[in-house]
């Protein structure tokens, strides 16, 4: 089957800090995979994404690279800044983006 | 551009009632997607249209669960006989044929409590 697996948060983080979040996924054949940002008060939003192997999607900073071999798109931002304090989910689509399994989202807050 | 709109935001209805939700999409968007959200998990996929055709439907959809897109536009959702378990939000989200139609817009969701 199909499924996203991430870290739990919350994650919390100085200001400047590096970043990253797990997210490893289970598919049937070749899936696309998203990171979607979810800011305080607002509605989920697309950040990244990569449609195949070893593709790196990024996006405000932030990075995620597609590893086969490993079943992972981990998020990565080299320094973060407080107005990156949200939730994160990262999400896959296995065929011609009919649907999307999402995992369960993770909180970061970033301090001054 | 409006983006995409859900009504009602928030309903509480007793349990064994019935509900409806309307979502609006982007105008020009072919691509409709209903998700069922409980705290603290993701979104969970229920149903997606193109156009007025439902393509997919989640297994976990009971058959208390329907949903339309008469003319391709606007969508509603139906729950029949609701249960303290259906309490959630309800998010829709659409997006564009084409190249980009991998980029999902979604509305605020409309937020369910069964008492």
């Known amino acids: 089957g199909n499924s996203v697996t991430q870290m739990e948060g919350p994650v919390t983080l100085s200001e400047e800090a590096f970043l990253t979040i797990n997210c490893t996924y289970t598919a049937t054949g070749y899936p696309s995979l998203f990171w979607y940002v979810q800011y305080p008060g607002e509605g989920l939003q697309l950040l990244l994404k990569?449609?195949?192997?070893?593709d790196k999607g990024s996006n405000k900073g932030f990075e995620a690279t597609y590893r086969k071999e490993t079943t992972s798109f981990h998020l990565e931002k080299g320094s973060v800044q407080v107005s990156d304090s949200a939730v994160y989910f990262c999400a896959l689509s296995p065929y011609n983006f009919n649907k999307f399994y999402f995992g369960s989202g993770t909180k970061l807050n970033v301090k001054p | 551009d409006t983006g995409v709109s859900q009504d009602p935001r928030h309903k509480i209805t007793k349990r064994g009632q019935n509900v409806t939700f309307r979502c609006d999409p982007i105008s020009e968007h072919n691509r409709l997607y209903w998700y069922r959200q409980t705290l603290g998990q993701g979104p969970e996929f229920l149903t997606y249209?193109?156009?007025?055709?439902?393509?997919?439907k989640s297994r976990l959809l009971s058959d208390r669960f329907s949903a339309e897109r008469p003319k391709g536009s606007f969508s509603t959702l139906e729950i029949q006989r609701t249960e303290q378990g259906d309490s959630a939000m309800y998010l829709c989200?659409?997006?564009?044929?084409?190249?980009?139609?991998?980029?999902?817009?979604f509305g605020p969701g409309t937020r369910l409590t069964v008492t």
């Open positions: 989200a659409s997006s564009s044929p084409g190249r980009n139609s991998y980029e999902q817009y």
């Open positions: 249209f193109q156009n007025e055709a439902q393509l997919e």
């Open positions: 990569a449609t195949k192997a070893d």
